[in-house]
């Protein structure tokens, strides 16, 4: 009897084939994310939204597993590049805590110079209707400093999905390793509040005075 091992993983295989264009990801959705951080030995549970067109991002974390004997508080997160700010909200006592930004928004998606090296697919080749065909990028952001490895689902066999499947990045700075893997994406964003920081926050900083000059590439 032959025996067909599932593997739910993404190196099951890859699929020779034509290289696919850059697919558009959602600019504003949910998902669910687990998050291994390899420099500090955690993986964590999150809620995760991001709202493209206004240039914020949230992370409301739902379980912690790492090496640790202590008790590690869960925290929601609230990115608002327009304010330049991040909000950190103790979820357990409350406490909230502000953070400057001074990166630029980036969306989760495929950049328009990454990489294509090939299709994977998510389950089993060998097993009909049991596995998903995705795309894999890699590339590198010379202004954050990292390189990625990006895995999607691919848009190109008739489906206008481009859903993120799992995002990697090695920072070259502290040669620290992120590795995401996000689940039952949903377009939109349930409750708007999210990105609201409760009242007792500290507020935005003022906004720098405009400048006699600028054009749009200063704004991306």
């Given at each position: 009897m032959?025996?067909?091992l599932?593997?739910?993983?993404?190196?099951?295989?890859?699929?020779?084939?034509?290289?696919?264009?850059?697919?558009r990801a959602?600019?504003?959705f949910?998902?669910?994310?687990?998050?291994?951080?390899f420099?500090?030995h955690?993986?964590?549970?999150s809620?995760?939204?991001q709202d493209?067109?206004n240039?914020?991002?949230?992370?409301?974390?739902?379980?912690?597993?790492?090496n640790?004997t202590?008790?590690?508080?869960?925290?929601?997160?609230?990115?608002?590049?327009?304010?330049?700010a991040?909000?950190?909200?103790?979820?357990?006592?409350?406490?909230?805590?502000?953070?400057?930004?001074?990166?630029?928004?980036e969306?989760?998606?495929?950049?328009?110079?990454?990489?294509?090296?090939?299709?994977?697919?998510?389950g089993?080749?060998?097993?009909?209707?049991?596995?998903i065909?995705t795309?894999?990028?890699?590339?590198?952001?010379?202004?954050?400093?990292?390189?990625?490895?990006?895995?999607f689902?691919?848009?190109?066999?008739?489906?206008?999905?481009?859903?993120?499947?799992?995002?990697?990045?090695?920072?070259d700075?502290?040669?620290s390793?992120?590795?995401?893997?996000?689940?039952?994406?949903?377009?939109?964003?349930?409750?708007?509040?999210v990105?609201?920081?409760?009242d007792?926050?500290?507020p935005p900083?003022?906004?720098p005075?405009?400048?006699?000059?600028?054009?749009?590439?200063e704004?991306?």
């Amino acid at each position: 009897m032959e025996v067909v091992l599932c593997v739910f993983a993404y190196f099951v295989g890859l699929v020779v084939a034509q290289t696919p264009e850059i697919c558009r990801a959602p600019t504003v959705f949910e998902a669910k994310e687990q998050r291994v951080d390899f420099a500090r030995h955690m993986e964590v549970g999150s809620t995760i939204g991001q709202d493209a067109d206004n240039e914020r991002f949230y992370r409301k974390e739902t379980s912690v597993v790492s090496n640790l004997t202590v008790t590690l508080d869960l925290y929601h997160e609230i990115w608002s590049y327009r304010e330049h700010a991040l909000y950190r909200i103790n979820m357990r006592t409350g406490e909230c805590m502000r953070m400057g930004i001074v990166t630029s928004f980036e969306p989760i998606g495929i950049p328009l110079d990454a990489r294509f090296v090939g299709y994977r697919h998510i389950g089993s080749s060998g097993i009909r209707n049991s596995n998903i065909l995705t795309t894999n990028w890699v590339g590198e952001n010379t202004e954050k400093k990292y390189r990625y490895d990006l895995v999607f689902t691919d848009a190109s066999l008739g489906s206008s999905a481009c859903l993120p499947v799992r995002v990697t990045r090695f920072y070259d700075d502290d040669r620290s390793l992120e590795q995401a893997s996000l689940f039952d994406v949903t377009a939109g964003i349930s409750d708007p509040t999210v990105f609201t920081p409760p009242d007792h926050c500290p507020p935005p900083p003022p906004l720098p005075p405009p400048t006699k000059q600028s054009s749009l590439f200063e704004t991306l």
